[in-house]
């Protein structure tokens, strides 16, 4: 194989054109993660409290 400066330069080009691609797929998984972790989070905290108030009333009016 001999040198060929623009097939290397050519090569190099395509890996850096991928790169933001997979990096903006990267971003988006940890958004998407980031949104299901938040919405857990207060759904677990929201249903503790109603929990917490429904066993009051509960106790109250039995």
């Known amino acids: 194989m001999a040198y060929d400066p623009e097939n290397l330069a050519a090569g190099?080009?395509?890996r850096?054109?991928?790169?933001p691609v997979?990096?903006?797929q990267a971003l988006e998984d940890l958004?998407?993660?980031a949104f299901f972790a938040m919405a857990?989070?207060?759904e677990a905290t929201r249903g503790a409290?109603?929990?917490s108030l429904?066993?009051?009333?509960?106790?109250?009016?039995?």
């Open 49 to 51: 409290r109603r929990r």
């Open 54 to 62: 429904d066993n009051k009333k509960s106790a109250g009016g039995h």
């Open 22 to 24: 997979q990096s903006r």
């Open 31 to 33: 958004r998407v993660m």
């Open 40 to 42: 857990c989070k207060f």
């Open 12 to 14: 190099a080009g395509q």
């Open 16 to 19: 850096k054109a991928q790169a």
